[in-house]
Nanobody
Framework: QLQAFGGGLAQAGGSLRLSCVAS????????MGWFRQAPGKEREFVAA????????SYADSVKGRFTISRDNARNTVHLQMNTLKPEDTAVYYC???????????????????WGRGTQVTVSS
């Protein structure tokens, strides 16, 4: 079970940090990802991280601005969002899947556990 929190309202150029806490004892076996969905748009990939944290990937739209990280001792994955833009406004979802795969996936079909979304709103 995944629970995301940390969303809210920010001004353009500002920062927010999202966190996602997972229940269970085998969190390090899960590759994790963040996705987002804006009104009227399809859900899109934002960032992903491997189980060990040694591999990460990002959507082009957030590269250089967002950073994904994880703390396996606390069953937590974070998304640090800097230099926010109004187009970052969306509901953000964390997702994961237990796997022996040591890399990351950038499509939602590879994830089978999803948390409730947290709203991020960026004002101009």
């Amino acid at each position: 079970q995944l629970q995301a929190f940390g969303g809210g309202l920010a001004q353009a150029g500002g920062s927010l940090r999202l966190s996602c806490v997972a229940s269970g004892r085998t969190f390090s076996r899960y590759y994790m990802g963040w996705f987002r969905q804006a009104p009227g748009k399809e859900r899109e990939f934002v960032a992903a991280i491997s189980g060990s944290g040694g591999s990460t990937s990002y959507a082009d739209s957030v590269k250089g601005r967002f950073t994904i990280s994880r703390d396996n001792a606390r069953n937590t994955v974070h998304l640090q969002m800097n230099t926010l833009k109004p187009e970052d406004t969306a509901v953000y979802y964390c997702a994961g899947r237990s796997s022996t795969y040591s890399g990351t996936y950038d499509h939602s079909r590879y994830y089978n556990s999803w948390g409730r979304g947290t709203q991020v709103t960026v004002s101009s």
